[in-house]
Protein backbone atom coordinates (compact mmCIF):
# COMPACT_ATOMS: atom_id res chain seq x y z
CA UNK A 1 0.00 0.00 0.00
CA UNK A 2 1.24 3.47 -0.86
CA UNK A 3 2.00 5.93 2.09
CA UNK A 4 1.34 9.67 1.92
CA UNK A 5 3.85 12.05 3.41
CA UNK A 6 3.72 15.65 4.17
CA UNK A 7 7.49 15.93 2.81
CA UNK A 8 9.97 14.12 1.44
CA UNK A 9 12.56 13.14 3.61
CA UNK A 10 15.91 12.65 2.97
CA UNK A 11 18.46 13.49 0.54
CA UNK A 12 17.43 12.15 -3.42
CA UNK A 13 20.20 10.03 -3.45
CA UNK A 14 19.57 7.66 -0.29
CA UNK A 15 16.42 6.73 -1.72
CA UNK A 16 16.14 2.72 -3.32
CA UNK A 17 16.59 2.32 -6.99
CA UNK A 18 13.31 0.60 -6.61
CA UNK A 19 11.68 3.43 -4.99
CA UNK A 20 9.44 5.60 -7.20
CA UNK A 21 8.44 9.24 -5.73
CA UNK A 22 5.41 11.53 -7.66
CA UNK A 23 4.91 14.60 -6.17
CA UNK A 24 1.09 16.04 -6.25
CA UNK A 25 1.86 19.06 -4.76
CA UNK A 26 4.88 20.90 -3.68
CA UNK A 27 4.89 19.50 -0.17
CA UNK A 28 3.08 15.83 -0.69
CA UNK A 29 4.78 13.08 -2.06
CA UNK A 30 3.27 9.53 -2.67
CA UNK A 31 5.63 6.53 -2.68
CA UNK A 32 5.67 3.20 -3.31
CA UNK A 33 8.33 0.34 -4.18
CA UNK A 34 7.69 -1.45 -7.61
CA UNK A 35 5.14 0.78 -8.84
CA UNK A 36 4.21 1.50 -12.55
CA UNK A 37 4.73 5.35 -12.84
CA UNK A 38 1.38 5.44 -15.22
CA UNK A 39 -0.55 4.16 -12.23
CA UNK A 40 0.85 7.38 -10.50
CA UNK A 41 -0.11 10.10 -13.74
CA UNK A 42 -3.39 8.64 -13.56
CA UNK A 43 -3.64 8.66 -9.88
CA UNK A 44 -2.39 12.80 -10.32
CA UNK A 45 -4.87 13.62 -12.70
CA UNK A 46 -7.82 11.92 -10.56
CA UNK A 47 -6.46 14.11 -8.15
CA UNK A 48 -6.13 16.91 -10.01
CA UNK A 49 -10.07 16.25 -11.46
CA UNK A 50 -11.49 15.65 -8.09
CA UNK A 51 -9.75 19.31 -6.98
CA UNK A 52 -11.45 20.99 -10.14
CA UNK A 53 -14.79 19.42 -8.65
CA UNK A 54 -14.17 20.54 -5.57
CA UNK A 55 -13.33 24.29 -6.73
CA UNK A 56 -16.44 23.91 -8.74
CA UNK A 57 -18.49 23.18 -5.92
CA UNK A 58 -17.19 26.03 -3.83
CA UNK A 59 -17.84 28.33 -6.56
CA UNK A 60 -21.47 27.20 -6.56
CA UNK A 61 -21.75 27.38 -3.00
CA UNK A 62 -20.83 30.87 -2.74
CA UNK A 63 -23.19 32.11 -5.26
CA UNK A 64 -25.90 30.19 -3.36
CA UNK A 65 -24.69 31.88 -0.36
CA UNK A 66 -24.70 35.22 -2.07
CA UNK A 67 -28.56 34.70 -3.42
CA UNK A 68 -29.74 34.32 -0.03
CA UNK A 69 -28.30 37.31 1.25
CA UNK A 70 -31.01 38.96 0.11
CA UNK A 71 -32.90 41.55 2.07
CA UNK A 72 -36.60 42.25 1.10
CA UNK A 73 -37.20 46.13 1.23
CA UNK A 74 -40.58 47.78 2.42
CA UNK A 75 -40.00 48.97 -1.43
CA UNK A 76 -40.32 45.97 -2.89
CA UNK A 77 -36.77 45.83 -4.03
CA UNK A 78 -34.39 43.09 -2.77
CA UNK A 79 -30.88 44.18 -1.74
CA UNK A 80 -27.95 41.62 -2.03
CA UNK A 81 -25.88 42.68 1.04
CA UNK A 82 -22.71 41.10 -0.57
CA UNK A 83 -23.00 43.51 -3.79
CA UNK A 84 -25.01 46.37 -2.44
CA UNK A 85 -26.47 48.48 -5.44
CA UNK A 86 -26.60 51.74 -4.46
CA UNK A 87 -29.74 52.92 -5.88
CA UNK A 88 -32.01 49.91 -5.16
CA UNK A 89 -33.41 51.47 -1.81
CA UNK A 90 -35.75 54.82 -1.27
CA UNK A 91 -35.17 56.74 1.66
CA UNK A 92 -38.01 55.64 3.27
CA UNK A 93 -36.37 52.25 3.37
CA UNK A 94 -33.29 53.06 5.03
CA UNK A 95 -35.18 55.32 7.87
CA UNK A 96 -37.99 52.39 8.31
CA UNK A 97 -35.22 49.76 9.08
CA UNK A 98 -33.20 52.28 11.04
CA UNK A 99 -35.88 53.21 13.26
CA UNK A 100 -36.27 48.94 14.17
CA UNK A 101 -32.74 48.31 14.56
CA UNK A 102 -31.66 48.43 18.38
CA UNK A 103 -28.52 50.21 19.89
CA UNK A 104 -26.97 48.09 23.12
CA UNK A 105 -28.31 44.83 21.71
CA UNK A 106 -31.87 46.00 22.96
CA UNK A 107 -31.17 47.04 26.63
CA UNK A 108 -33.46 49.47 28.10
CA UNK A 109 -34.59 51.32 31.23
CA UNK A 110 -37.85 52.43 29.00
CA UNK A 111 -40.61 50.49 27.43
CA UNK A 112 -38.72 50.48 24.35
CA UNK A 113 -34.99 49.92 22.80
CA UNK A 114 -32.92 53.02 21.62
CA UNK A 115 -33.19 52.64 17.66
CA UNK A 116 -30.30 53.51 15.22
CA UNK A 117 -31.89 56.44 13.64
CA UNK A 118 -32.83 58.27 16.88
CA UNK A 119 -28.91 57.81 17.77
CA UNK A 120 -27.95 59.09 14.47
CA UNK A 121 -30.18 62.57 14.82
CA UNK A 122 -28.61 62.84 18.46
CA UNK A 123 -24.67 62.49 17.01
CA UNK A 124 -25.82 64.93 14.48
CA UNK A 125 -27.40 67.80 16.69
CA UNK A 126 -24.60 67.06 19.07
CA UNK A 127 -22.27 67.27 15.85
CA UNK A 128 -23.68 70.95 15.12
CA UNK A 129 -23.04 72.25 18.41
CA UNK A 130 -19.36 71.75 18.14
CA UNK A 131 -19.39 73.80 14.46
CA UNK A 132 -22.56 75.47 13.52
CA UNK A 133 -20.68 75.79 9.99
CA UNK A 134 -21.27 72.38 9.19
CA UNK A 135 -21.74 71.87 5.62
CA UNK A 136 -24.62 69.40 4.10
CA UNK A 137 -22.15 66.98 3.13
CA UNK A 138 -21.20 66.89 6.52
CA UNK A 139 -23.94 66.71 8.11
CA UNK A 140 -24.85 63.56 5.86
CA UNK A 141 -22.02 61.73 6.95
CA UNK A 142 -22.74 62.19 10.71
CA UNK A 143 -26.42 61.41 9.83
CA UNK A 144 -25.45 58.01 8.11
CA UNK A 145 -22.60 56.84 9.73
CA UNK A 146 -24.41 53.77 11.21
CA UNK A 147 -26.36 53.83 8.32
CA UNK A 148 -25.09 49.99 7.07
CA UNK A 149 -26.42 48.71 10.25
CA UNK A 150 -29.88 49.11 8.97
CA UNK A 151 -29.68 46.89 5.80
CA UNK A 152 -27.28 44.41 8.65
CA UNK A 153 -30.48 44.18 11.31
CA UNK A 154 -28.29 45.00 14.32
CA UNK A 155 -26.14 46.88 15.57
CA UNK A 156 -23.07 44.80 17.41
CA UNK A 157 -21.39 46.03 20.70
CA UNK A 158 -18.54 47.26 20.16
CA UNK A 159 -16.25 44.44 21.95
CA UNK A 160 -18.34 41.83 19.77
CA UNK A 161 -17.30 43.56 16.50
CA UNK A 162 -13.37 42.19 16.90
CA UNK A 163 -15.17 38.87 17.04
CA UNK A 164 -16.97 38.55 14.09
CA UNK A 165 -13.97 38.23 11.85
CA UNK A 166 -12.71 39.55 8.47
CA UNK A 167 -15.91 38.22 6.19
CA UNK A 168 -18.27 40.29 8.45
CA UNK A 169 -15.92 43.48 8.41
CA UNK A 170 -15.97 43.19 4.58
CA UNK A 171 -19.64 42.86 4.43
CA UNK A 172 -20.00 46.21 6.22
CA UNK A 173 -17.43 47.76 4.51
CA UNK A 174 -19.22 47.23 1.35
CA UNK A 175 -22.06 48.73 2.35
CA UNK A 176 -20.59 51.33 3.89
CA UNK A 177 -19.23 52.42 0.87
CA UNK A 178 -22.54 51.90 -1.52
CA UNK A 179 -24.41 54.30 0.86
CA UNK A 180 -21.49 56.88 0.64
CA UNK A 181 -21.68 56.44 -3.40
CA UNK A 182 -25.46 56.91 -3.07
CA UNK A 183 -25.57 59.75 -0.75
CA UNK A 184 -21.97 61.21 -1.69
CA UNK A 185 -20.49 61.54 1.35
CA UNK A 186 -17.28 63.52 1.85
CA UNK A 187 -13.86 62.13 3.10
CA UNK A 188 -13.35 63.47 6.45
CA UNK A 189 -10.32 65.21 7.11
CA UNK A 190 -8.64 64.15 10.48
CA UNK A 191 -9.76 66.90 12.00
CA UNK A 192 -13.03 66.18 11.50
CA UNK A 193 -13.09 62.58 12.15
CA UNK A 194 -11.52 63.59 15.86
CA UNK A 195 -14.72 65.37 16.19
CA UNK A 196 -16.64 63.29 14.52
CA UNK A 197 -15.84 60.43 17.35
CA UNK A 198 -16.33 62.59 20.17
CA UNK A 199 -19.91 63.55 19.12
CA UNK A 200 -20.52 59.79 18.75
CA UNK A 201 -18.34 58.76 21.99
CA UNK A 202 -20.53 61.37 23.93
CA UNK A 203 -23.74 60.20 22.51
CA UNK A 204 -22.99 56.69 23.54
CA UNK A 205 -22.13 57.83 27.27
CA UNK A 206 -25.07 59.95 27.67
CA UNK A 207 -26.99 57.08 26.35
CA UNK A 208 -25.46 54.22 28.18
CA UNK A 209 -27.06 56.23 31.74
CA UNK A 210 -30.19 57.86 30.56
CA UNK A 211 -31.03 54.76 28.07
CA UNK A 212 -29.59 51.49 28.77
CA UNK A 213 -29.43 52.06 32.66
CA UNK A 214 -25.42 51.62 33.32
CA UNK A 215 -24.06 53.72 35.73
CA UNK A 216 -21.27 56.46 35.74
CA UNK A 217 -18.69 54.24 36.78
CA UNK A 218 -19.50 51.15 34.82
CA UNK A 219 -19.64 54.07 31.88
CA UNK A 220 -16.10 54.56 32.86
CA UNK A 221 -14.86 51.28 33.80
CA UNK A 222 -16.05 48.51 32.05
CA UNK A 223 -17.49 50.33 28.66
CA UNK A 224 -14.37 52.33 29.33
CA UNK A 225 -16.22 55.40 27.27
CA UNK A 226 -14.40 58.22 28.57
CA UNK A 227 -16.67 60.96 27.18
CA UNK A 228 -18.85 63.91 28.62
CA UNK A 229 -22.41 62.38 29.31
CA UNK A 230 -25.07 64.94 28.88
CA UNK A 231 -27.80 66.16 31.06
CA UNK A 232 -30.06 67.69 28.86
CA UNK A 233 -31.46 65.66 25.95
CA UNK A 234 -30.34 67.84 22.79
CA UNK A 235 -33.21 66.25 20.59
CA UNK A 236 -36.04 67.12 23.41
CA UNK A 237 -37.81 70.09 21.95
CA UNK A 238 -41.43 71.14 22.07
CA UNK A 239 -42.47 69.21 18.85
CA UNK A 240 -41.04 65.67 20.61
CA UNK A 241 -42.59 67.05 23.99
CA UNK A 242 -46.14 67.34 21.94
CA UNK A 243 -45.67 63.61 21.19
CA UNK A 244 -45.45 62.59 24.75
CA UNK A 245 -41.98 61.60 25.41
CA UNK A 246 -39.43 62.07 28.00
CA UNK A 247 -36.25 63.71 27.50
CA UNK A 248 -33.99 60.91 26.57
CA UNK A 249 -37.11 58.45 26.37
CA UNK A 250 -36.79 56.10 22.67
CA UNK A 251 -38.43 56.82 20.17
CA UNK A 252 -41.25 54.49 18.77
CA UNK A 253 -40.48 53.03 15.09
CA UNK A 254 -42.83 55.03 13.22
CA UNK A 255 -41.71 58.56 15.01
CA UNK A 256 -38.26 57.72 14.61
CA UNK A 257 -37.97 56.95 10.73
CA UNK A 258 -40.42 60.03 10.40
CA UNK A 259 -38.08 62.08 11.64
CA UNK A 260 -35.13 60.45 10.44
CA UNK A 261 -36.60 60.81 6.69
CA UNK A 262 -37.51 64.22 7.67
CA UNK A 263 -33.72 65.12 8.70
CA UNK A 264 -31.93 63.40 5.38
CA UNK A 265 -34.64 64.97 3.24
CA UNK A 266 -33.69 68.31 4.65
CA UNK A 267 -29.79 67.55 3.89
CA UNK A 268 -30.59 66.68 0.24
CA UNK A 269 -28.24 69.07 -2.00
CA UNK A 270 -30.85 67.90 -4.75
CA UNK A 271 -33.49 65.89 -4.19
CA UNK A 272 -32.88 63.15 -6.98
CA UNK A 273 -28.79 62.24 -5.75
CA UNK A 274 -30.87 61.38 -2.00
CA UNK A 275 -33.71 59.57 -3.55
CA UNK A 276 -33.04 58.16 -6.70
CA UNK A 277 -34.80 54.74 -6.19
CA UNK A 278 -38.06 56.50 -5.42
Not at 72 to 94: A, F, M, R, V
Not at 104 to 115: C, D, F, I, Q, Y
Not at 211 to 237: H, M
Amino acid sequence: MPTTDWAATGPANSRTKNQKTFFIRPFICIRNSKVNMRDEDAKGRGFLARCLEWRQQVCEDRSTASRRMQILLKSGNSLDLSYPDPNIWTNQDLAERLSTTARWAGSSKWTRPLSVAQHSILVLRIRGKQETALTREQARYELLHDAEEGFLGFDPITPLKSCLGDEFNRLCDGLKKAIATRYRLPALTSQQWTLHKWADRCAAASEALHVAGWTRTQIKDELQINAPILCRDPLYDGSVAEEGYAPWEPWDAGYAAGQFLQTLELLASTPDVLDQAS
